[in-house]
């Protein structure tokens, strides 16, 4: 059974950062891409980031491109998200996802595994 485990979110003010982290277990990790996602209150769940199974692609939105990198450690199962010069509409809860599909993929439909979320609220 594949389990996600996010961790690393918390509050932070504008223009600061955060290191999110998402373990993964259950399957054989570095075959499959991984997502991260989003949803404020009130709003659909977003594509925030992606990363192929090897690393060597990788997928943001434009609202995030210059300031969020994903990544991964295969050795570790885990993948990350660095952010960096949070604003206030970064606030949501964010999920990390995976399929059966090497490439990320930018709609959540797609995804078959999901995290529990991390909150991450950015103050002004």
């Known amino acids: 059974q594949v389990q996600l485990v996010e961790s690393g979110g918390g509050l932070v003010q504008a223009g600061g950062s955060l290191r999110l982290s998402c373990a993964a277990s259950?399957?054989?990790?570095?075959?499959?891409?991984m997502g991260w996602f989003r949803q404020a209150p009130g709003k659909e769940r977003e594509f925030v980031a992606g990363?192929?199974?090897?690393?060597?692609?990788?997928k943001y939105a434009d609202s995030v491109k210059g300031r969020f990198t994903i990544s991964r450690d295969n050795a570790k199962n885990t993948v990350y998200l660095q952010m960096n010069s949070l604003k206030p509409e970064d606030t949501a809860v964010y999920y990390c996802a995976t399929d059966d599909t090497v490439v990320a993929r930018t709609v959540p439909g797609a995804y078959k595994y999901w995290g529990q979320g991390t909150q991450v609220t950015v103050s002004s």
């Open positions: 259950g399957r054989t990790f570095n075959s499959y891409a």
């Open positions: 990363i192929s199974g090897s690393g060597s692609i990788t």
